[in-house]
């Protein structure tokens, strides 16, 4: 979102896109990264308990478990809201997006917990196999993934409709490069 902010005249847009060509092979590294984490340190578990709520169930928990069950460092199972990591929300949200995750306290920071909501308005229409898809690819951003973009490489960090539902190996790469 912080992208679409107005800029004042062409100038102002030819030096922002100058500086653009500069910066972006800098930041390409980390671009499939939301720049926060959970407290990790390297060699150890991270127990990520989580929660759910309303609609998709089902696909709440096959979405993580399905995280569960790479070769990564995260374990994950159903916990208490008062001690959950990441809490699935499937309501009926205004909006025209499929999933919605908010890392607390913010995007780049240590990590206390995510909400990772579904909106029954635009997936009600949906299969529970793109339901599932979209709580995986909302989990992976509940654990710091960002999305990837271009390229060919699998990921269930793409938006929209995909052929998988489950986390790839370049996604299970990119845990193990967050959470080593
Ligand atoms: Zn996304």
Redo the contacts with the bound molecule.
Sequence with gaps: MSRLRRWGGRGALAAIAAIVVLVVPATSANAQFLGGAFPHTAGNWLNLGYTTQGSYIAQQQAAASSWHVTPTRLIVFQEPIANSEEDFYGFAYTGTWW?L?TLHPCNTCTYTWADLQLNTNTLGSESNFIRQKVAA??FG?GIGLA?VVGGTVNSI?R?GTLTYNLPQTHDINNTNTLYP
């Design positions: 999933g995750a690819h909302e951003h999305h960090m938006q």
